[in-house]
């Protein structure tokens, strides 16, 4: 980030050009290290999509106070609450995986484990409430 005080345009800035640098981090990591990035990005409390979420229903708030002067249409703060929401409700689902994905961050079993454990059947499941 820039000097000790950057203006929240430039803060916003930095932030945007940080993730990028983390997503590509992400994509070229091995495996227990791109859980461990994982593990931060998720983290419900302290992770970077919780953070993301609070930002955007802080948003909301401002859309909601400029709406009802007048200043922004009712759509704008329906969209951003919407999305708070949502991000909110991802969250909260993943924040259930995210000790699962930590613990790839661990040592490897020995290579009798491995084989035992790739004989599980495994199943991809997507799965949203409402």
Known sequence: MTGPNP???????????QLSQL????SQSPP????????????????ILGRVTALVATGSHFAQDRSQRGTLPPEVW????????EL????????????T?????????PP???????TMATAMVVRRRR
């Open 7 to 17: 203006s929240p345009i430039q803060l916003a800035d930095d932030i945007a050009r």
């Open 23 to 26: 997503t590509q981090h992400l």
């Open 101 to 109: 994905i930590r613990q790839l961050a661990t040592p490897s079993p």
């Open 112 to 118: 009798a484990s491995r084989a035992a454990a790739k």
């Open 32 to 47: 227990h290290e791109a859980a461990q990035i994982l593990g931060k990005v998720l983290d419900y409390d302290e992770g």
């Open 78 to 85: 329906l969209a951003l609450g919407r999305a708070a929401n």
């Open 88 to 99: 909110d409700n991802v969250g909260a689902d993943l924040d259930e995986h995210t000790d």
